[in-house]
T-cell receptor
């Protein structure tokens, strides 16, 4: 089954403790992206990747890092999480970066930073 | 940052009623997408409209892209409990690239049986 898999689904952590949220897709998609979803703000893009070793900042990249060493994986790294990063995070992938190529989303990771 | 404003934010209706959700911006978009997100899941693409004035139908859902490509609407006829979810619009700012998608603020729809 074609899917985007995120782990973990839920995460509670403390300020400053480094964490990684994993994202993997099995569709051989070139394009991958991370979003955060907050009430009243919709989905905001954090980082995206057009292909292996090619990443770029989205609209809200501060406090986040990503890497794309393999085509299928696109982990999101929070080196020193802060409470304002408490949010619902989604990973998405697409065949390419064109709008005509539909985005496939994972089921989300709900992060709480205390 | 450009925003796509959706209205209403929340909508609770009875099964069988009709409803319309609006998506508005002051910016022009090359295309616009509508997604539905169910609890505990990620958004799922419903439709993409690309031409000003375009109307697309998906069973009981009718999507329209404004003539000036700044706004869009989603009309649901005879709503059913299975239509419950968060509806998101997303506009492509220019060039048609996904990495330039702007998502709306969302409309949470609850259809009561």
């Amino acid at each position: 089954e074609a899917q985007v898999t995120q782990n973990p689904r839920y995460l509670i952590t403390v300020t400053g403790k480094k964490l990684t949220v994993t994202c993997s897709q099995n569709m051989n998609h070139e394009y991958m992206s991370w979003y955060r979803q907050d009430p009243g703000l919709g989905l905001r893009q954090i980082y995206y990747s057009m292909n292996v070793e090619v990443t770029d900042k989205g609209d809200v990249p501060e406090g986040y890092k990503v890497s794309r060493k393999e085509k299928r994986n696109f982990p999101l790294i929070l080196e020193s999480p802060s409470p304002n990063q408490t949010s619902l995070y989604f990973c998405a992938s697409g065949r390419n970066d064109r709008v005509s190529s539909p985005l496939h989303f994972g089921n989300g990771t709900r992060l709480t930073v205390t | 940052t450009q925003l796509l404003e959706q209205s209403p934010q929340f909508l609770s209706i009875q099964e069988g009623e009709n409803l319309t959700v609006y998506c508005n911006s002051s910016s022009v978009f090359s295309s616009l997408q509508w997604y539905r997100q169910e609890p505990g899941e990620g958004p799922v693409l419903l439709v993409t409209v690309v031409t000003g004035g375009e109307v697309k139908k998906l069973k009981r859902l009718t999507f329209q892209f404004g003539d000036a490509r700044k706004d869009s609407s989603l009309h649901i006829t005879a709503a059913q409990p299975g239509d419950t979810g968060l509806y998101l619009c997303a506009g492509a700012r220019y060039g048609g690239a996904t990495n330039k998608l702007i998502f709306g603020t969302g409309t949470l729809l609850a259809v009561q049986p």
